[in-house]
């Protein structure tokens, strides 16, 4: 019986010798999950089906190898498509035979067809963008996918200038002249694009005025005249006019304090707040930069004056309108200078990089430095997740043990964040292992002693006469 209980020793010893093994050859895979081996000891039964206080234990079993899923410790690199879950959860991928498979080891790429897909070519599962309004659609899971096509242009609808105009500028005494800086006190560039995604130059020229005019808002001390053209024409596309010819767009009009109280129009009327609406429409062939009337005030802001009936868009691709706001522009005492110009258009664009948040979004960055949102990614988790199935390259299968998969966003309800450009490292402590390898072969070495007493207990009883 001896030789039969220290066998038992032999094999456990064994078993526990090749988890640790496997657990030290496994130091360095990412999303590596160690292992530990459970024992169970063993008992002969009486005719009764029990054991009495005389039974004489028959050995040892092993019961289970069961995984450790604590978090491992995240490594950082240079590639942002490297993921991390910081918390609970699993990558969710779909095998190349259509099965689903589950992750802890984040090191993803693109492949050909824009899919994000790891070094065994399994996709990563996610939710896609919806086509037209651009948001996440949260009701369909699918393989996540990035657009790899150019982002489409956007035509200029309004634009902004923060500047300041020096308060101590005098008026010009000759009269204006686009080509004449003695003519005007600042200039300023803004760069606008056409509905085709061509950019064109619209050039402001500030002049101080010499009199306050007469529908200037109650408060005002100083007046400004603008005057623009665009790719050094006039706005409705012919030469620019001769010296003292052009006429002003619209007059900005400041208080004592320096801020802006209101603005005129090109026929001298109040506009009701802070910005200038500008016209023309006779464009150049192959894309105009379509600077036509607005149809109504701006929609976000509310400001500027509704005129009516829209000029017929030209077949070009004229946009409809671009309104210029003077929200921030200022009337202080230092030399007059740009702030800061924006504007809401940009030129057609391609795909120069990836970005992934701590809520699993994937953006797209684009050459015209646009970022669009191309997906998200999504984590599963299990209620019994020693109950998942090993199936080998860190993955594991859900079983019914496991229970089935709850899926859901990064950073919502039990599942954990995202971290990009990192990996989760296993979660092996090796010193941890080291130990443990010494205690087995002790124990390894003490079950073999045993069947080596038995053995002499034996033969002392064979050699008796």
């Not at 309104?323 to 809401?344: A, C, H, L, M």
């Amino acid at each position: 019986m001896s030789f039969r209980t220290a066998l038992t020793g032999l094999n456990a010893a064994s078993a526990d010798l090749g988890v640790i093994s496997n657990n030290i050859a496994n130091n360095n895979t990412t999303g590596f999950k160690s292992s530990r081996a459970e024992f169970g000891d063993i008992y002969s039964l009486s005719d009764l089906g029990t054991s009495t206080r005389r039974s004489i234990g028959t050995g040892v079993k092993l019961n289970a190898v069961s995984q450790q899923f604590k978090q491992g410790n995240l490594e950082t690199t240079s590639n942002p498509l490297d993921l991390a879950i910081d918390g609970e959860g699993f990558f969710s991928l779909k095998d190349t035979d259509g099965s689903m498979v589950y992750t802890r080891a984040g090191a993803f790429q693109l492949n050909k067809e824009g899919y994000v897909v790891n070094s065994l070519g399994q996709k990563l599962q996610g939710y896609q963008t919806n086509p037209t309004t651009g948001a996440i659609d949260l009701g369909t899971e699918s393989d996540l996918q990035t657009q790899t096509a150019n982002i489409d242009p956007k035509q200029t609808t309004t634009g902004e200038y923060g500047i300041n105009l020096n308060a101590g500028s005098v008026a010009p005494t000759a009269a204006f002249d686009f080509n004449d800086s003695r003519t005007y006190n600042f200039a300023s560039a803004m760069t606008v694009f056409d509905s085709l995604g061509n950019d064109h130059s619209l050039n402001a020229y500030f002049v101080r005025a010499n009199a306050l005019p007469a529908a200037a808002p109650a408060g005002t001390t100083a007046a400004w005249n603008v005057y623009f053209n665009i790719d050094g024409l006039q706005l409705d596309g012919s030469p620019l006019p001769a010296s003292g010819a052009a006429a002003p767009y619209g007059t900005l009009c400041f208080d004592a304090f320096g801020d802006i109280v209101g603005t005129l129009n090109a026929a001298g009327a109040a506009t009701g707040g802070a910005a200038i609406s500008l016209t023309g429409a006779g464009l150049p062939p192959g894309g105009g930069t379509g600077i036509v009337p607005t149809n109504g005030p701006d929609p976000i802001t509310g400001i500027g004056i509704p005129n009516g009936a829209q000029n017929p868009i030209n077949s070009t691709g004229t946009p409809p309108g671009v309104t210029i706001k003077f929200n921030s522009v200022t009337q202080y005492g230092s030399p007059s200078g740009n702030n800061e110009i924006t504007q809401d258009g940009y030129a057609t664009g391609r795909v120069v990089g990836v970005d992934v948040g701590e809520d699993g979004s994937i953006s797209g960055r684009y050459s015209n430095g646009q970022a669009k949102v191309l997906g998200q990614v999504i984590l599963a988790n299990f209620r019994n997740t020693q109950g998942l199935s090993p199936i080998g390259d860190s993955s594991w299968a859900e079983t019914a043990a496991s229970g089935q998969p709850v899926k859901g966003p990064p950073g919502t309800a039990s599942l954990g964040i995202v971290r990009s450009g990192a990996l989760e490292l296993s979660n092996v402590e090796l010193s941890e292992q080291l130990v443990k390898m010494i205690s087995a072969q002790r124990n390894f070495q003490a079950n073999a002693q045993v069947i080596s007493t038995a053995d002499q207990m034996t033969q002392t009883l064979l050699q008796m006469r």
